[in-house]
């Protein structure tokens, strides 16, 4: 997990902000793991503060293959995925309404 957010993670878990609270998980990376190491590790983390973890996330191998020079996605399955991901993730916060 990179250190910014780690001590981000830090600063919040005394305070209770994630408690029951859902989030979505996206990891990226160049190589064909996509991050899943600091995936799990982050899950790890937003478990214990007991927030409410939509759909295990993503994680995203080969991602500079599946951006353009702009960063604009240009692999329509990993646009679907995240479509289909942060749809779960707003279902998940009006649920909480």
Same mark, same amino acid.
């Given at each position: 997990?990179?250190?910014?957010?780690?001590?981000?993670?830090?600063?919040?878990?005394?305070?209770? %902000?994630?408690?029951?609270?859902?989030?979505?998980?996206?990891?990226?990376?160049?190589?064909?793991?996509?991050?899943?190491?600091?995936?799990?590790?982050?899950?790890?983390?937003?478990?214990?503060?007991?927030?409410?973890?939509?759909? %295990?996330?993503?994680?995203?191998?080969?991602?500079?293959?599946?951006?353009?020079? %702009?960063?604009?996605?240009?692999?329509?399955?990993?646009?679907?995925?995240?479509?289909?991901?942060?749809?779960?993730?707003?279902?998940?916060?009006?649920?909480? %309404?």
């Amino acid at each position: 997990m990179p250190g910014v957010l780690k001590n981000a993670l830090d600063w919040i878990v005394s305070s209770g %902000e994630f408690m029951n609270k859902p989030v979505a998980v996206i990891s990226a990376s160049p190589t064909p793991m996509g991050g899943d190491k600091a995936h799990a590790s982050l899950l790890l983390t937003l478990n214990m503060v007991n927030a409410k973890i939509v759909a %295990e996330g993503m994680i995203i191998p080969f991602i500079r293959l599946k951006l353009n020079n %702009e960063g604009k996605i240009t692999d329509p399955a990993l646009a679907d995925d995240l479509r289909s991901l942060l749809r779960a993730l707003v279902i998940s916060i009006h649920a909480q %309404e």
